[in-house]
């Protein structure tokens, strides 16, 4: 059965001294979780620059990078499912990548879409879809398989037929290259995340959970609400299905990615409440 697990992403404000690291991730375990996903810029030392703009993003990244999360992940028995990487950094030393991955004893290095990047120009496109190839083939190589992360802007058309994404998926070879499917974004681009696990079948290999919804309480201005991540269940995608679909091709992991807007404002309490769905749709 696929292993539960948290995105590290979530975790930023919650993992700033070795101490608290420990008993936020003591709590995920005892919530149900069996894992965790790393990131890069986040296990190691992080620039100010990139907790500056991860911190406007909403989403700061901490000090946590001072940790050693390769023991505290052990200690806390969560099995590190993927570590999520830049594909430039992959390109200018292979090796060390590997190393890091064999570092958090993880098969799973997974990039998410290119930063500044024209996903509207198929020769653009087709050059990713080269270099993601070749990456994926250096990886494969040392035991490490290389996985694709969405989010919203691969939903836009390099020609009047296909997206970005249905470009990606067509040109790279399954045989070094994956997905991370995250079920959010095509919904927030209009997308049937649904049709597109099944596009994907067996291909993908990691899914991203999060809900989507509204938790706007007070008078409004006008009847339209402006919808946002909340807690598993507690919006409007049909999740079920999509845990079934993403169980039936036999995902490794369902990983839970909320962004911010989180219930008590907590991250903690956030992941707690959507581990009562997990626990319920998603059996260990």
């Not at 700033?16 to 810029?41: M, V």
């Not at 993927?82 to 799973?108: C, M, P, W, Y």
């Not at 035991?143 to 994404?165: C, M, R, S």
Request: charged residues 30%; proline residues 3%; contains cysteine.
């Amino acid at each position: 059965m696929a292993i539960k697990a948290v995105q590290q992403i979530m975790l930023g404000t919650v993992t700033g001294s070795e101490e608290r690291t420990k008993d936020t991730l003591r709590k995920i375990k005892e919530a149900g979780y069996d894992g965790i996903e790393l990131n890069s810029f986040m296990v190691n030392p992080t620039p100010f620059m990139v907790r500056m703009l991860t911190k406007a993003a909403g989403m700061p990244t901490g000090k946590g990078g001072n940790l050693d999360w390769s023991r505290l992940t052990k200690e806390a028995e969560l099995k590190v499912v993927s570590l999520h990487k830049d594909l430039g950094s992959i390109q200018r030393d292979v090796k060390a990548a590997v190393e890091e991955a064999r570092r958090f004893d993880t098969s799973n290095m997974v990039i998410t879409g290119m930063y500044r990047f024209d996903y509207r120009d198929k020769s653009k496109v087709d050059e990713l879809c080269q270099q993601l190839n070749e990456a994926g083939r250096l990886l494969k190589e040392e035991g490490i398989k290389l996985l694709y992360h969405n989010h919203n802007y691969e939903f836009q058309k390099v020609d009047e037929k296909q997206t970005a994404y249905d470009y990606i998926i067509e040109n790279t070879d399954p045989e070094v290259l994956n997905f991370e499917l995250d079920s959010y974004w095509p919904t927030e681009a209009g997308i049937c995340a649904l049709d597109l696990m099944k596009k994907l079948g067996t291909r993908m290999k990691l899914y991203h959970i999060n809900d989507r919804g509204t938790k706007l309480q007070k008078p409004m201005m006008t009847p339209i609400l402006k919808s946002d991540s909340c807690e598993l269940g507690y919006g409007n995608m049909d999740l079920e299905a999509l845990c079934q679909q993403a169980l039936s091709v036999e995902v490794e992991s369902i990983v839970l990615e909320s962004h911010k807007n989180w219930i008590d404002n907590s991250p903690i309490r956030s992941l707690q409440v959507s581990a009562e769905f997990l626990n319920k749709h998603v059996k260990s």
